[in-house]
């Protein structure tokens, strides 16, 4: 049963927070966070290649609480769809305070959001069409990771990242599921 | 003599399922291409630039030309012209195909993927959706 079809926003937000509260960062985001710049930074691997690869992320993650927002400043979400945007934009700016902080341990220096985006906005004129934009988001977001996980030459990144790619996934099978398709299609992502 | 006949008979009977099989497998399909395409959506539109470039007008543009996107000087320099064998190349590894560019994506490892994704590509160039003034990104 989707929670979108949940009245009762209250019992709504319970049940997905209920759904989502098991969810911690994986012991490399956690170190990478604690500041374990050794951690961080052993392993070999090409230091410049992981902060470019990191910053791709980053553009992308920054990209997405930027269309988040736009949704949820939209006026075209009920109470709960509402929530739900706002609790995975929040998911979105942890990935970035993670990313960011990992390329400055690095050495490098993270990219930051750009004054504007160029979303589809003539093109979200209903909830749903906001979902299913965010859907493609998100299914795009889980590509990227799982694209960018076998470039790390730091194994720990590599893992932050797949950490990160479980929670993109989870976006795309709670978004599809609200716009009334197979909410998992399919046993393997490409 | 019958045994020889169904001997040909057979030996023919492969050779069409080989040729079928190998035009079936030499057809790009873009519509299934268009599935591919979402695996790029993170960071890709047709007719916008986002974290990466747009795509519409990709096929014989020369890399790095969109105006006003901030390439990395990796393709800047790579003097790579889009078309269906350069891109092939660069989906199966992007970062190998040209090291330093920013697209840092392991790449699309199936060769008929690609070619889907290619198709797709060129077909959509000629939609609305590409065309001036469309609103679509």
Redesign the interface.
């Known amino acids: 049963m989707s929670f979108f079809k949940i009245s009762d926003p209250v019992a709504a937000r319970r049940l997905f927070l209920g759904r989502s509260g098991g969810m911690v960062l994986s012991g490399a985001a956690v170190a990478l966070l604690a500041g374990n710049d050794a951690l961080a930074a052993k392993a070999g691997g090409s230091k410049a290649?992981d902060v470019?690869?990191l910053?791709?992320?980053i553009?992308?993650e920054l990209?997405a609480i930027a269309a988040y927002q736009l949704g949820a400043e939209s006026g075209l979400l009920t109470k709960p769809v509402l929530d739900l945007a706002v609790t995975f934009q929040g998911h979105h700016k942890e990935h970035v305070a993670l990313l960011s902080s990992t390329v400055e341990k690095l050495g490098g220096k993270a990219v930051i959001a750009k004054a504007k985006?160029?979303?589809?906005i003539?093109?979200l004129k209903s909830q749903l069409d906001v979902l299913k934009f965010a859907a493609?988001?998100e299914?795009?977001?889980?590509?990227?990771y799982?694209?960018?996980?076998?470039?790390f030459g730091n194994r720990n990144l590599a893992k932050a990242a797949a950490s990160i790619l479980g929670d993109e996934a989870m976006h795309w099978a709670v978004l599809r599921q609200a716009i009334g398709e197979a909410p998992v299609p399919s046993a393997f992502m490409? | 003599m019958s045994t020889g006949r169904q001997t040909i008979r057979r030996a023919a009977l492969c050779a069409c399922l080989a040729t079928l099989a190998m035009v079936a497998q030499a057809a790009p399909d873009a519509t299934r291409g268009e599935q591919v395409y979402a695996r790029c959506l993170a960071c890709h539109a047709l007719a916008s630039d986002r974290v990466g470039p747009r795509h519409c007008g990709l096929i014989g543009r020369r890399a790095a030309s969109v105006a006003g996107f901030d390439y990395s000087p990796a393709m800047k320099h790579s003097g790579i012209v889009w078309n269906e064998k350069s891109l092939n190349g660069f989906l199966a590894k992007p970062m190998r195909a040209v090291p330093g560019t920013s697209m840092t994506y392991d790449g699309v490892p199936i060769a008929a993927d690609r070619a889907d994704l290619i198709a797709y590509l060129k077909k959509v160039n000629t939609e609305a959706v590409c065309q001036p003034g469309s609103a679509k990104p």
Request: aromatic share 6%.
């Open positions: 290649g470019q690869i910053n791709t992320a553009g992308a990209e985006y160029n979303f589809p003539d093109q493609q988001l299914q795009g977001a889980v590509s990227a799982l694209g960018a996980v076998p470039l490409a």
